[in-house]
């Protein structure tokens, strides 16, 4: 199966930056953006910047590697290497790709939380080992996410 990434991403006002997930058939759930790992992709922090240009229309900086979670998922284990990074800028209008392109993948709405323990508890962050390392660390991620110079 091929290892993905995502972007834990502070904003400016030290507030997470995620999407709020309405799929067709499944339950609402909320997810940081990211994605698979592609043969074109030199690198995973690489991965992690095209991933966030298609789905967020961002750039980021201070890209810091914070642990990889790995979980069983359709019949095998699917490796999810995350990242904590600043957010530089975000334009909607570069949003590209199948997320947009594909009306049955759903709607990507995002929204921005404030670093509360009962903000992702209060969520179902998709996938769940995710959201219990973000319950466990949310507090500590300005400090765990270096600040980058502008």
Known sequence: MQPSVRGV?????????????????????WSVP???V??????LEHTLRRELLEELGAEVSAVT???TLSYPYKGAVKTQHVYGCRLVSMDPALRHGPEWDDPTRGVYEVE???LDPSEIASRHLVPEVLGDYLA?????LPRLIRLAKR
């Open 34 to 36: 990211g994605g698979h």
């Open 136 to 140: 466990g660390h949310i507090a500590s």
């Open 65 to 67: 590697p914070l642990t």
């Open 9 to 29: 991403l502070l904003d400016d006002d030290e507030r997470l930056v995620l999407f709020r997930r309405t799929v067709p058939g499944r339950p609402l759930y």
């Open 38 to 43: 592609e043969p074109g992709d030199a690198s």
């Open 112 to 114: 921005r939380l404030r």
